[in-house]
Structures are given as C-alpha cells and as structure tokens.
C-alpha cells in the first residue's frame, strides 16, 4: 500500500509544542484520522522522503525557516516535491509548504511587503473555486488563521488563484493536483493565541498589537474543513 505523508519543516517553539503537541498532530486531528495513519518525514532533521512511486499524496507542514534562505533541506524537498507534482500525486502545502511549493513550480517567494500577517483574517474565495474539490464547498468569505512573514510574490507558470484577501493576494492556489494555502487549516483558536504570544517582541517590533491580535481569534471550521476533504481526495486523486 502506498504511503500518505506528511513532510515535516518545521514544528512549534517549545511552550506551544508542550501545551498543543506538534504541526503532524494537529493536521491529522483536522483529517479526523487516526494517529499514525500517516507517515511523517522531518525532512527538516535531515530525515530522507521515499521514492515518489510509493506515495500516495502528502501534506507539506508549516515551519519557522523561510523558503528564501533556499537552506540545503529546503531545496532537496523542494526537487522532491518536483518530482511528486509531475507525478500528478495530490500534494498539498500549509504556509511555508504553500510557499514551497510555488517555488518548486517557478513561483517566487519572499518577505511580505507590508509585513506579517498574523491571527484570524477573512479570506474571499474566488468565484471560478467553486468547482474545487477543496475550496469549491467554502462560503465565498470565511475566517481562517493566519501567521507568516514571507508570502508567494509570483505564483507558478500555469497556477489558478482560488482565494486572497486585501493583504495577501495568494492565499491559495492550485496547479493540476497541487494545491497550496497560505492560511493554517490546522490553525485553532488556542494555538492561534499560543503563537501570538510566542512571537509578541517580533510581533510589536513590526508595528502590530500582539493583545488586540489575540482577542480577535476566532473559531475558523470551514478552513479546517480542508483538510478533510483532503483526506477524502487521496481516495480518488482530482483531475487537472
């Protein structure tokens, strides 16, 4: 049987990690799988993904490294991911894996020219979505969770826009059987408040309010519900 990944860059800073657990656990808590019906691969610890033909799709976690710093993991999953996408395997990437994969595909990453976004944001769903077998059951606004410095400056040759808002105008995009959010599915409420708490010195150094970020989480379902139907979609893989 072929194996569902979960290709790990990253995890979060020690308070949160102990109070919430990991990225991994809280992706395949979203699915409403059970624990260890995925295989993960901390590629950011040096660990080596499988060959492409014993998988069957994988989800590319968020992480604290920035995909321009083009590290020597980061550009080996990058090839890899590569690989996967001509592989037409159902691949989908979370804020950096978002990131990471728009530059795997000829996309261009950097440092968000108005900063940080952080908490929970509304994000509108575009029209031509509707028909997307992960974002076409979303309400053309919804609330999700957010927090990244770096975004997709230029999304890949061929890439489809399925949603944005005012500050971020690639919050997700697909391309074949490749999708990337910028947003956090497996973002809730309480590990929202946990990172922005966490990172409040960086936070109030780039003009923002880290207290009023914090009061203004809220629940986010539908952006959860995503990752379900990701899940689902590894039964029958989508078509371009």
Not at 36 to 58: F, I, K
Not at 118 to 125: C, M, N, P, T
Not at 213 to 229: F, N
Request: charged fraction near 15%; proline fraction near 9%.
């Amino acid at each position: 049987m072929k194996q569902k990944l979960i290709i790990k860059t990253g995890e979060p800073g020690t308070p949160v990690r102990d109070h919430r657990g990991r990225f991994e656990d809280w992706i395949v808590r979203e699915m409403g799988e059970q624990p260890g019906s995925w295989r993960v691969v901390w590629v950011a610890a040096g660990e080596t993904l499988p060959p492409v033909e014993q998988v069957a799709g994988a989800v590319i976690t968020g992480s604290l490294a920035m995909v321009s710093d083009r590290l020597p993991w980061s550009e080996a999953t990058a090839a890899w991911l590569r690989q996967a996408h001509a592989a037409q395997l159902p691949l989908l990437g979370i804020c950096f894996g978002h990131q990471l994969l728009a530059h795997a595909l000829g996309g261009e990453v950097g440092y968000h020219p108005q900063g940080p976004e952080v908490g929970s944001v509304e994000i509108q769903r575009h029209e031509h979505a509707v028909a997307d077998p992960l974002l076409g059951e979303l309400p053309p606004r919804f609330a999700a969770n957010a927090f990244h410095w770096q975004t997709v400056l230029r999304l890949p040759p061929g890439a489809t826009l399925l949603a944005s808002n005012a500050m971020e105008p690639h919050h997700a995009f697909r391309l074949g059987n490749t999708w990337g959010l910028q947003f956090h599915p497996e973002f809730d409420a309480d590990a929202t408040r946990h990172f922005i708490q966490l990172a409040a010195p960086a936070l109030e150094k780039a003009g923002l309010q880290p207290p009023q970020l914090a009061q203004q989480v809220c629940p986010t379902p539908e952006a959860a519900s995503l990752l379900r139907r990701f899940a689902v979609l590894l039964a029958g893989p989508a078509t371009a």
